[in-house]
């Protein structure tokens, strides 16, 4: 298994910070939770590290891809809380967290069969789903899931009106393609401006790099 390449890593948003140490863009993501590149930057630094960890554990391409892409989401939510600084290990590094963080994952994490697993590591890279993940929480209910069932499971209109009228919900077809159209606008429009600039390709001012 070859290690993937990451095209973000080559963003001028992203490029821009290589000059930081860990430490540094660990503090900046911690302070700017309202910002995605620090995280993203983080993660062009260390994702051949975890990668070449994970792919000799999976049993398949595919179970390694979603392996390390569910790492990263660990990865994600741990780091608000990491303190480089803490007095019980004075070798902490950045690096050495991480080392652990993904061994945690793959003793821990149960993967499923090859066959159930419908992630593409090519089309989707762990940062991009973590913010996703993140701003589709912050949709109304009934919105993210009609957002989920069309884009997870591939729902038709119909069938999506068809099982929300059985929850309760009096949506028409025709109603869901407007709410769907209402859903991607609000959960693109809560995504990092940054993440959309670097993911998404959206043109950002230079004032909002750090």
């Known amino acids: 298994m ?13 490029k821009s910070l290589f000059h930081h140490s ?10 700017h939770p309202e910002a995605g590149k620090f995280f993203t930057a983080m993660f062009c630094r260390y ?28 990865v994600y939510h741990e780091l608000a809380g990491l303190d480089l600084n803490q007095q019980i290990n004075e070798n902490l590094t950045l690096q050495n967290w991480l080392i652990n963080m993904t061994a945690y994952c793959i003793n821990e994490i149960e993967l499923p069969p090859t066959e159930a697993i419908h992630y593409s590591l090519k089309a989707t890279s762990p940062p991009l789903w973590c913010y996703v993940e993140q701003a589709l929480e912050q949709l109304p209910p009934v ?24 929850e309760g919900e009096s949506i028409a077809p025709h109603e869901v393609a407007n709410f769907l159209q209402e ?23 230079p004032a909002a790099s750090q």
């Open 183 to 205: 859903g991607y606008r609000m959960l693109e429009d809560k995504l990092p401006t940054d993440i959309r600039a670097i993911y998404l390709g959206d043109n950002i001012l």
């Open 2 to 14: 070859q290690i993937p390449h990451f095209p973000e890593a080559n963003h001028p948003l992203v």
């Open 47 to 74: 994702s051949p590290i975890v990668y070449t960890l994970i792919r000799h554990s999976a049993r398949s391409p595919v179970q390694a891809d979603y392996l390390f892409a569910l790492t990263w989401k660990h």
């Open 143 to 166: 919105l993210r899931l009609m957002v989920l069932m069309a884009q997870t499971f591939h729902w038709s209109e119909t069938r999506i009106a068809a099982y929300l009228q059985a």
């Open 22 to 31: 860990d430490h540094e863009l660990l503090t900046l993501f911690q302070q």
